[in-house]
């Protein structure tokens, strides 16, 4: 059985529609208001259940509210019901492939006493098509010794031995110290970070404890770099085996230290049709998604430009829907 655990925040978000953004001190109108689970890690757990079989496992470790709370109660219900493509469906031209990975939440690390989830209000302008997003949480980040424990478990356990491990690049130090105990606790394990929060301190050594590292194009930018394959090629660490960078309406990089290859792959549609942009949240986390999709079941069949191909293709597939429903069941169709 596949294992990849996924460590990160875990969000409700609150998403306003709005025509455009508004002026300081100013009123406006909404034009819809829609509530859903959302984070990082989370949202690539969401589309990795709709992409893998259900001989594999999905492990999310975040901390919620009080295990008793509504808040961490809607958050489960929010894994615990199939999306658009279940477990019955099946994919184009593979009779018989059943899909919908389940979503193991029993290494969440719940709060005691804390009622609400960590929460993301997104203002989305209909002008732009950006987001400006204002996050709050009362909860007590994870901490290293609390990852030990979990890694500890999962050892113990011996079930998940090489498995892999998705890390947000959120709390670089803390972060760093659950990966270097995951290199001793489960050494033949692999790991992938994102490196995605401009001028945040530590992120470089991070990337440098990683196989795969996954950089953001605001991230790039903000190093002074002009496009993705300029960042890829000064940034990618050398213990790294793979490094990605996306960037936005003009796609994604992909650079092997190893073979010195760099894989471009612009954003595609069928017949040159123009993208019909509806929501971008969650685009790089659906990246990712496709990404360590084909990284951990197409690792044989598919090369480093099929493997990018796919998550940006999935990412494009993304940003033409409101939230993640069938997402999984389409790109699979495309193949």
Same mark, same amino acid.
């Given at each position: ?144 010794? @609390?990852?030990?424990?979990? *890694? %500890?478990? &999962?050892?113990? !356990?011996?079930?998940?031995? =090489?498995?892999?491990? #998705? ?37 470089? @050594?991070?990337?440098?404890? *990683? %196989?795969? &590292?996954?950089? !953001?194009?605001?991230?790039? =930018?903000?190093?002074? #770099? ?110």
């Amino acid at each position: 059985m596949k294992h990849i655990f996924l460590v990160g925040a875990c969000y409700l978000d609150t998403i306003l529609s709005v025509p455009h953004y508004p002026e300081e001190d100013s009123k406006l109108r909404a034009q819809t208001l829609s509530t859903r689970r959302g984070g990082n890690c989370p949202n690539t757990t969401e589309v990795l259940s709709q992409l893998l079989t259900p001989d594999a496992e999905l492990h999310l470790i975040s901390c919620l509210p009080d295990a008793s709370s509504a808040a961490a109660a809607k958050i489960k219900a929010s894994f615990s019901s199939p999306s658009s493509t279940s477990s019955g469906e099946q994919r184009a031209g593979e009779v018989g492939v059943q899909r919908g990975a389940r979503v193991d939440l029993s290494m969440c690390i719940h709060r005691a006493g804390i009622e609400e989830a960590a929460s993301s209000f997104v203002i989305r302008s209909v002008k732009t098509g950006s987001r400006t997003i204002v996050n709050y949480s009362g909860l007590e980040e994870m901490s290293a010794d @609390e990852f030990r424990a979990v *890694a %500890d478990g &999962v050892r113990e !356990s011996g079930g998940a031995e =090489e498995s892999w491990w #998705h890390f947000e690049g959120r709390i670089p130090a803390t972060t760093l110290k659950c990966i270097q105990h995951l290199r001793l606790a489960l050494p033949n394990t692999t790991v992938s970070v994102e490196v995605e929060r401009p001028g945040r301190e530590g992120l470089t @050594e991070l990337a440098s404890a *990683a %196989d795969v &590292v996954f950089y !953001s194009r605001s991230w790039a =930018e903000d190093r002074g #770099h002009n496009d993705a394959t300029a960042c890829l090629k000064k940034e990618t660490p050398p213990t790294a085996s793979l490094a990605l960078c996306t960037w936005g309406s003009r796609g994604a990089a992909a650079y092997v230290p190893l073979e010195r290859e760099t894989v471009v792959c612009p954003v595609l549609e069928p017949g040159g049709r123009d993208i019909n942009v509806v929501d971008t949240i969650g685009a790089g986390d659906t990246f990712i998604a496709g990404m360590l999709y084909g990284l951990t079941c197409h690792q044989a069949d598919w090369d480093t430009r099929a493997k990018l191909r796919f998550a940006v293709d999935l990412a494009t597939l993304k940003v033409q829907r409101d939230g993640f429903d069938g997402l999984g069941r389409d790109a699979l169709g495309r193949l």
